[in-house]
């Protein structure tokens, strides 16, 4: 780390830079890293690691459109060499060779370092130490070392594992919901009548803000009966609330003489006398 944040990202009187280009993407993206966790841009997060462990880290935290657009902008400029990085060799998989991981995996997974290590040398130890000796819930001692320290793991049962996980997910889950309805935006197709005058339709879709070519129908989001989607890759958690509010503000924002009202609110298109567009 402290070598990338060394290395020049600029050169002056037309210098042509001496690093790689792939050297220099990671040399941004340290910056960005930085400057995320200079903005309070973090969230604490545990996973299970076993049946019996669960692992405290620090995650960067995009809720700005400013910081998913720049995340797009790092996952397209991934240089490709970037994506065959593989681990260390060991006696059991010295012939195996690892698929290359996603741009936005490899991003995430470098921020997410970045942050959680700086968070951990920034607090203060005394502090730390001083904590564990006041007269708190245990549990709470356990989080605080863990998140703190770099003793990032706690033994503990499954059950009690879950119960955490469960808790911080409650915790965290406004912030949750404001993401989920950020990543996606309501889209409209405007049909022309076909066989000469008539009626335009425009008919309603969920578009990813990240990929403009991920689209999911109003059909496919009203035939949903369960509280999760899985479409294309992606899961979305209830489609259903994600459209309504999305369409009823879409149809409600034309002018009124080139709309007509929604024939239902399971209808997924709405038909126009005079679009005028």
Known sequence: MAFLTALPLHFQGGEESFLAADLLFWCHLMRWGLDLLTRAKFLPALETIATNRCHFYWQPLMDSASDRNRYQQFSRCLPQVSRFYQQPPSALTAAQIDLPSSAGQLITDFLTQIINQQI?????????????????????????????????????????????????????????????????????????????????????????????????????????????????????????????????????????????????????????TNPGL
């Open 120 to 272: 951990r040398a920034s607090l203060d130890r005394d502090w730390l130490q001083s904590i564990q000796k006041l007269d708190l819930d245990p549990i709470l001692k356990q989080w605080l070392r863990a998140w703190g320290t770099d003793d990032s793991t706690i033994t503990a049962s499954s059950e009690t594992c879950t119960a955490w996980m469960t808790s911080l997910n409650q915790w965290t889950l406004p912030i949750q919901q404001g993401l989920q309805q950020q990543a996606y935006r309501i889209c409209f197709h405007l049909q022309p009548p076909t066989g000469g005058p008539g009626l335009w339709k425009v008919e309603y879709f969920l578009q990813a803000a990240d990929d403009p070519s991920f689209l999911i129908t109003a059909e496919v989001i009203w035939a949903t009966a369960t509280e999760q989607l899985d479409y294309l890759g992606r899961r979305i958690e209830r489609p259903q609330e994600s459209l309504t509010p999305r369409a009823r503000a879409g149809i409600t924002g034309l002018p009124s003489d080139r709309r007509e009202p929604a024939r239902g609110q399971t209808d997924p298109s709405c038909p126009l």
